[in-house]
């Protein structure tokens, strides 16, 4: 009897274990199709962005080097009104320069690519959510539903910013640093892609701290009382992080750069104790009840 019990169990077990294979091996397959239909995406865009390489070339990347960039032009305004002398740009003392045989061929797959990532970056979200949203509850679904919307608008907020405001000021600040006149500032392509595309996408995800914080909120891994006790430790690292994605010396940037990295901090801290508040208004209710 107790043999055939086993011979039972070890069935029952066995069919557990099928089932759980099962189970992982399709989540395999509905994270393949999300994949695929990500890269599907990326290639649309790529496309896209290659169909109008010449505006993305000339309007885009180089707008920055341009003396008529928006962000140059506002300056002298603003330069002009407040009586602020050097403060209009004049001139950016570079030449971009290619250094390999396949530079300028890769220059345009490349920057096709990162405009790709950037046009598509909303749909790569939604993806994300699709995968997700089967494993929450009710409950998480509804307080997650406008992930994608507000991910989106706070990347596109700090990809504006850094395109506009953080890329002229280092390029104009490390373009205009000459230690002497014999030295000639030859930039490379790739070089001066890098720089536009990590501040520009660098910035962008760091304005997705406030949903950063929500999530990491709802899973109780972060409270608004740690986030108020380490606000001292948190503008250090935010000077760092600024420090980082802006190479340049110039305190200006720095600050032009972390200044909103303070105010999303600040955000997020409301956006914790609102999580924290509704926690505990459920448990309440679930207590009194």
């Known amino acids: 009897m107790s043999s055939s019990k086993k011979l039972i169990d070890a069935i029952k077990d066995k069919g557990k274990n ?12 509905v994270l393949r199709w999300h994949i695929i239909r990500s890269v599907v995406a990326i290639t649309v865009f790529a496309i896209l962005a290659f169909t109008f ?31 602020l002398d050097g403060f ?13 045989l396949a530079g300028q061929f890769m220059l345009q797959i490349n920057s096709c690519l990162l405009m790709a990532v950037a046009l598509g970056f909303p749909y790569l979200l939604f993806e994300v959510w699709l995968f997700v949203k089967p494993a929450l509850t009710e409950v998480e679904r509804r307080s997650a539903s406008g992930f994608v919307f507000y991910a989106t608008l706070l990347f596109v907020i700090g990809a504006l910013f850094g395109y506009y ?22 930039i490379t392509i790739d070089s001066y892609l890098s720089t536009i595309a990590t ?65 999303l901090y600040e955000i997020s801290i409301m956006v914790s104790a609102n ?15």
């Open 53 to 83: 390489y010449d505006f993305v070339f000339n309007d885009i990347i180089m707008g920055p080097k341009n003396l008529d960039f928006w962000t140059y032009r506002m300056m002298c305004k603003l330069g002009a009104l407040l009586n």
């Open 199 to 263: 501040l520009t996408l660098g910035c962008g995800v760091i304005f997705l701290l406030p949903i950063l914080i929500f999530i990491l909120s709802k899973l109780g891994l972060m409270t608004p009382q740690f986030m108020r006790a380490s606000r001292r430790y948190a503008i250090v690292i935010i000077l760092v992080i600024a420090a980082i994605i802006t190479p340049t010396a110039d305190v200006i940037t720095l600050l032009t750069v972390s200044a909103p990295m303070f105010i």
């Open 275 to 289: 999580v924290l508040r509704k926690k505990e208004l459920k448990e309440k209710e679930f207590y009194n009840n």
């Open 88 to 100: 209009c740009v004049e001139r950016i003392p570079f030449n971009i320069i290619n250094t390999e």
């Open 18 to 29: 099928i089932e759980s294979e099962m189970s992982f091996f399709e989540h395999i397959e």
């Open 165 to 186: 405001i953080v890329v002229p000021l280092s390029v104009n600040f490390l373009a205009n640093i000459s230690l002497s006149t014999e030295i000639t500032n030859q």
